[in-house]
């Protein structure tokens, strides 16, 4: 977005949605809180206490989202700076609910695994844990790319510049998270200049190119969930392979059923819950992790968190 067209949707009239969401009993919004604190420079996200503020790109337009938790609900404002056609009210809450996991079965995977003899234990220390989703499907699969092989503060650091390099700020002082339209409107040099790498740089770009042309259909999506579609859709773009899939299907869709046997993090929590000395090998996890189906990215979601919990005091939330 250039300076003149940022200029123009803050002077425009804004817009406000709001929505409150019952919360089930249980419900551990520290693991959404965490999810969201993971840049201590606070670019684009601000937590403080029970409530979060995000700045992303909605509809072609800065928006800042609140949502703040109470005992049994969370409610949520969206403030966008400039009109929009309609109020897609419903269109608003369902990105919260599936933001904050409230339509994920874990009350199901709970009952079916609490006396699983490996995984048992682990759940019952954990319950009630839900896996946060990114609040568009782009953030997620950007966010993925962004990740393949590095550590999380690495990733964390060049989300920070790519937010930066996109510049669009919303009225709150907050930076947007960009969009594919912002990413295409750089250029592949841009992001090397933001410290991606040359092979990072050109998928990012090409995907957001690909995007732009309606090509990957993301939003659709959001509503079909045609998991085989997209597997092979996002598999067909260069430098996205399985883990980039089904990080992006877990963080973007809130699908549970991806295997991330290849997720390094997940295979150190296997290791550690299986009393394994050694190392463990993608295959063997892909193994472990097959009984679970239809609920394998969530287990993986409950090894991140038990490390998370270890390095954290028992706040229980995954990091990745």
Known sequence: MSRRAEKSAGEAAPTLLSCAVALPRRYRNDGVLAYHRRDAQQLS???SGRSLEKAFVWRSLPACLSIRFERDRARAELAIDGAVAWKPR???EAMIRRMLGLDQPIEQFE???GRHPEL????ARQRGLRVPVAATPFEALSWAITGQQISVAAAVTLRRRLISAAGVR???GLLCYPQADQVAALSEQRLREAGYTRAKAATLFALSKRIVARELPLDTWLDTLPVEEMTETLGSVRG???WTIHYTLLRGFGWLDGSLHGDVAARRGLAILLRRPDRIEAKDTCEWLAQFSPWRAL???HLWAMQSSARHRGRG???C
Do not use: C
């Open 111 to 113: 009952r079916r695994y």
């Open 45 to 47: 996200e601000r937590v």
């Open 170 to 172: 919303h009225s709150s």
């Open 240 to 242: 996205i392979g399985p």
């Open 120 to 123: 048992g234990p682990l759940v």
């Open 90 to 92: 419903a269109e608003f």
């Open 299 to 301: 287990v993986a979601a």
């Open 317 to 319: 939330v995954p990091d």
